[in-house]
Each structure stands twice: as C-alpha cells, then as structure tokens.
C-alpha cells in the first residue's frame, strides 16, 4: 500500500511560481507519478507525469510552464509551475501507478494510475 501527501499549495498571484510536492509512504522508485488537477465543477485532468526511467509527459495546457522531478531516495516527486494563470486555479491530486504502459498516452488518463493523494488547493488570483 502506497500513500501520498501533497504539499506546497496556496495563494499565488498571476505570473507567479509555486512548487508542489507529493510524499509517498511506500518505495515508489518503480512507480509512475503524476499530477492531476481538477477545478470546480470540471473532471480531473491531467498536469505532468514521470515514469521511473524519466520518461516525462506534459499536458499541453501547461507545456513550457511546468517541469516535473522525482527524487527516489526521498520517495518524493515535485511540480515546478511557473507564470502561472487564474485558469490554473484548482485542486492539485499526486498519482502513483505500479504498472508500466507501453502508449504513453495510458500515463495521461486517470485510469492508469493506483493510489492517489488527498490534493493540495492552488489557486491563482491578484
């Protein structure tokens, strides 16, 4: 069993930065993680993923503006976003996925992933 704490959510002006992190209880070396984020009244949508051979993925919404890395001795993955926009606002989940998927896409689709965190709250607002 794998569990996942998000971290470094709040407040953030327009063309701002913030830098999220995700804490997995367990070894997740192996592991796919990814961000998700999902804003009101929307489904949760896919931010970045890295799998465990550095493979990175973005969604094109936030291509250019995000990096993601992982640090296995620490079992942590971290979110760098930066100019940062209202649209951005929202609930921001860490993923881990056990499996390993030969379509990339599989890495953008929520169903891929096996243990999820409770979200951290960003929101983007003058």
């Known amino acids: 069993q794998v569990q996942l704490v998000e971290s470094g959510g709040g407040l953030v002006q327009p063309g701002g930065s913030l830098r999220l992190s995700c804490v997995a209880s367990?070894?997740?070396?192996?592991?796919?993680m990814a961000w998700f984020r999902q804003a009101p009244g929307k489904e949760r949508e896919f931010v970045a993923a890295i799998t465990w051979i550095g493979n990175i993925y973005f969604a094109d919404s936030v291509k250019g503006r995000c990096t993601i890395s992982r640090d296995n001795g620490k079992n942590t993955v971290y979110l760098q976003m930066n100019s940062v926009k209202p649209e951005d606002t929202a609930v921001y989940y860490c993923?881990?996925?056990?499996?390993?998927?030969?379509?990339?896409?599989?890495?953008?689709?929520?169903?891929?992933?096996?243990?999820w965190g409770q979200g951290t709250q960003v929101t983007v607002s003058s």
């Open positions: 993923a881990a996925a056990a499996r390993l998927y030969s379509d990339s896409y599989m890495y953008s689709t929520t169903n891929a992933y096996d243990y």
């Open positions: 367990g070894r997740t070396f192996r592991y796919a």
